[in-house]
C-alpha cells in the first residue's frame, strides 16, 4: 500500500516523502484562469491560495524533488465539470502537466476524461472522489473511458471496498484514512466552502430547526467537526488484505505539521503490518488506536472514518 | 411542456390527484435502503397507466448492495414492455446495468450526474457573492457536445437538473438532448451518515440494517448563513423555489412537480 499525501508549496515536498509518503498530489491554478474565474472558481476543487502551488516553477522543482526521491506527483484537475470555454484552459493544464512529468490527473468531468483520451494525452487518469465512485458497476463505467485508478467515496465500509476491489481487476483503489472527514457525499454535495471568509463550513455549522428529535440531535453532533481529526488507521488490517492501492490522505491547504504525523502515523503501521505477516487484527487496532492517540494527543474520537472497528 | 408528478413514498398514491399531469415518477433517489419492492413498483406502474399517465422509475445513488436492490425492478420494467417508461440513472454503475440489460430500458440521466453547483445560491442576501462566481455555477456538467455525444452513445436523451436559487444559464435548445427540472424542491446535499440511522456508535444503513425511521419526516430548518430555509428529508437536504419563469424558453419541456421533498 501507497501513502499519498497532499503538498501544497515547495518547502514540503522534501519533508513529506521522508516521512514516508510515496505519492504526492497537489492543485495549482493558472493565472490566466485566476483572472478570468477567480480563486475561488478554481479549476480543481480547492477555491485558496494555502491549497495550490503558487508559481509554476515551484510545480515544476516539486515534480523534480518528487521524481528524485522515487515519489510519484499528481495534479487535480477536478472540478464538477468544465465549460466549452474552459476546457481551453485545463486542456492547457493537461500539456503543462505533460510537460512537467506530472505522473497522473485526478479528474471528475466527464467531458475532460473524453477530450483528454481523444486527444491522445500520454497521461494516466486517476477518478476523483468527487465524482462519486460507490460501487463495482460505476468502476466498470469508468473502465471504458480508460482510467488507472479510482480514489473510492470516503462513506464506504471496508466490506463495501472490498466487494468493489474484488470485482475490478486491473484497477488500482485509493481509500481515504486520514484527515478530512466530511458528513456528506462529496461527490454529490453542493455546498460552497471554498473559501471561509466567504462561505464558512455551512454543512456542519449554523442550522437551527424548528424542533428536536434524535435526527437533529444526530445531525448537530456534526457541529464541532474537526476535519483536522479524521482518523480510519483501524482499517489498515483490512485494506491491506483486501489490496488496497493507495491510503489517501485528505488535506490540501491543511498545516504541514499535520501532514506528517499522519504520514508518520500511517508509515509506522504499514511497516508494523509488512515486519508482522502474521500480527492478528486484534493487536493491530491496539496499535492503530494506540498510533491515533500519538498524533492526536486522545484516544479515538467521533470523527472516525470507520467506527465498526474502534472503541467508539 | 409535459408535466410529472414525483412521488416517493408508496402510501401517498391513493391520496395523490393525477390530474393534469402527463407522467408519474416514482422510488427512491436518495437512499438504496428506500429502493422499493417489486410490488410497490407494480402498484405505482399499475395507478399510472390507470390514470392514463406514462411512467418513470427513479432510481438513487448506490453501493453493491443497492445494484442488487435496483434488479429486479429493471426485470420487472422490462416484462411491462412499455416502450415510454424510463429510468433516471443517479449512478453510472447504474446506468451501465441498464446498458448490460438484454431488454434495454430507457435512461434518464438524473439531476445528481449533471453536478450543478447549488451552493452559492443559498446565501442570497446574506453574503456578497461576485457576479463572476455566480454566472460560473449556472450551468451543467451536459452541455459541452463531446459529453452529448457521449451520452446519446450510452442511450441518454434525457437530463434532468434542478431550478437554481442563483438561476439557470443552461440552454438546451439547440442541444441534442431533452431536458426536465425538478421543483419546487432542489438537492443541497446528501449524506450516507444519515442522521436517521445513526445508533450513537455506527450507521445502520451503512452496515445493512437500515431501520428507515426517516420515514415520513421532514425537518426543517433555518440556516445562520443563508437566506433560504433547508427541508431535509431522510439523508437529503432540499432548498424550495417555486419560480419557473423562463426555464421553458430553455429548451426544458418537462416540469417534475415534488409535492414534497423526494427519499
Not at chain 1, 476543487?45 to 522515487?70: C, M, P, T, W
Not at chain 1, 471496508?158 to 488500482?172: K, P
Not at chain 1, 456534526?222 to 488490517?237: I, M, Q, T, V
Not at chain 2, 433555518?222 to 421553458?248: P, V
Request: hydrophobic content about 40%.
Amino acid at each position: 500500500m501507497k501513502i499519498l499525501a497532499p503538498v501544497d508549496h515547495l518547502e514540503e515536498v522534501n519533508k513529506l516523502i521522508e516521512a514516508g509518503a510515496d505519492e504526492l498530489y497537489a492543485g495549482f491554478v493558472p493565472p490566466e484562469w485566476e483572472a478570468k474565474y477567480t480563486l475561488v472558481g478554481s479549476i480543481n476543487k480547492r477555491g485558496y491560495k494555502e491549497a495550490q502551488f503558487s508559481q509554476e516553477a515551484d510545480l515544476k522543482k516539486a515534480v523534480e524533488i518528487a521524481h528524485q526521491k522515487n515519489a510519484a506527483f499528481l495534479l487535480t484537475l477536478n472540478v464538477n465539470y468544465y465549460s466549452e470555454e474552459q476546457y481551453e484552459f485545463a486542456l492547457k493544464e493537461v500539456e503543462r502537466a505533460i510537460d512537467l512529468g506530472i505522473d497522473a490527473l485526478i479528474v471528475t468531468d466527464i467531458g475532460l476524461i473524453l477530450k483528454i483520451r481523444k486527444e491522445g494525452f500520454p497521461i494516466p487518469l486517476k477518478i476523483s472522489v468527487a465524482s462519486g465512485v460507490l460501487n463495482p458497476a460505476v468502476v466498470r463505467f469508468y473502465r471504458k473511458l480508460r482510467i488507472e485508478s479510482v480514489v473510492l467515496d470516503r462513506t464506504l465500509s471496508v466490506d463495501e471496498i472490498g466487494e468493489i476491489i474484488e470485482s475490478s481487476e486491473g484497477i488500482s483503489f485509493d481509500v481515504f484514512v486520514m484527515l478530512g472527514l466530511c458528513p456528506n457525499i462529496e461527490s454529490f454535495c453542493s455546498f460552497a466552502h471554498y473559501k471561509t471568509d466567504i462561505s464558512g463550513m455551512p454543512c456542519v455549522e449554523g442550522y437551527s430547526f424548528d424542533f428536536t428529535n434524535k435526527a437533529t440531535a444526530n445531525h448537530e453532533r456534526w457541529k464541532n467537526l474537526e476535519r483536522l481529526r479524521g482518523c480510519g488507521l483501524c482499517a489498515l488490517y483490512d485494506f491491506k488484505h483486501l489490496g488496497v492501492g493507495s491510503l489517501k490522505i485528505v488535506g490540501r491547504g491543511f498545516p504541514t505539521p499535520v501532514k506528517l504525523k499522519a504520514i508518520e502515523a500511517l508509515s509506522f503501521l504499514r511497516k508494523l503490518l509488512e515486519d508482522n505477516p502474521n500480527i492478528t487484527r486484534e493487536d493491530f487496532l491496539k496499535e492503530a488506536q494506540s498510533a491515533h492517540k500519538k498524533i492526536q494527543g486522545q484516544d479515538c474520537n467521533p470523527y472516525c472514518y470507520h467506527p465498526y472497528f474502534s472503541k467508539i | 411542456m409535459e408535466k410529472a408528478i414525483y412521488l416517493s413514498d408508496i402510501k401517498k398514491l391513493s391520496d395523490t390527484d393525477l390530474s393534469g399531469y402527463q407522467r408519474l415518477y416514482f422510488g427512491a433517489e436518495f437512499c438504496e435502503h428506500l429502493i422499493p419492492k417489486v410490488e410497490e413498483l407494480k402498484q405505482a406502474y399499475d395507478f399510472a397507466k390507470q390514470a392514463g399517465l406514462s411512467f418513470t422509475l427513479v432510481t438513487p445513488y448506490v453501493t453493491a448492495r443497492g445494484l442488487e436492490f435496483a434488479e429486479p425492478l429493471f426485470e420487472a420494467l422490462s416484462a411491462f414492455g412499455d416502450e415510454n417508461t424510463e429510468v433516471v440513472v443517479n449512478d453510472y454503475g447504474i446506468l451501465s446495468m441498464l446498458r448490460e440489460r438484454p431488454n434495454s430500458l430507457k435512461p434518464v440521466l438524473g439531476r445528481l450526474l449533471t453536478r450543478q453547483r447549488r451552493g452559492w445560491g443559498l446565501y442570497g442576501s446574506k453574503r456578497e457573492i461576485p457576479d463572476k462566481l455566480i454566472k460560473a455555477y449556472q450551468n451543467t456538467a451536459v452541455e459541452v457536445d463531446i459529453v452529448v455525444d457521449f451520452l446519446n452513445s450510452m442511450g441518454v436523451n434525457r437530463v434532468e437538473i434542478d431550478n437554481l436559487l442563483h438561476g439557470v444559464a443552461s440552454d438546451f435548445t439547440n442541444i441534442n438532448l431533452d431536458a426536465s427540472v425538478y421543483y419546487p424542491y432542489g438537492l443541497i446535499t446528501t449524506a450516507r451518515y444519515c442522521s436517521w440511522a445513526f445508533d450513537g456508535k455506527k450507521w445502520l444503513n451503512i452496515t445493512g440494517s437500515c431501520p428507515r425511521t426517516c420515514r415520513g419526516n421532514l425537518l426543517v430548518a433555518d440556516h445562520d448563513f443563508f437566506e433560504a430555509k433547508i427541508y431535509m428529508r431522510g439523508n437529503t437536504q432540499f432548498y424550495k423555489k417555486d419560480d419557473l419563469d423562463g426555464l421553458e424558453s430553455k429548451g426544458i419541456d418537462r416540469f417534475i412537480f415534488e409535492p414534497e421533498p423526494p427519499y
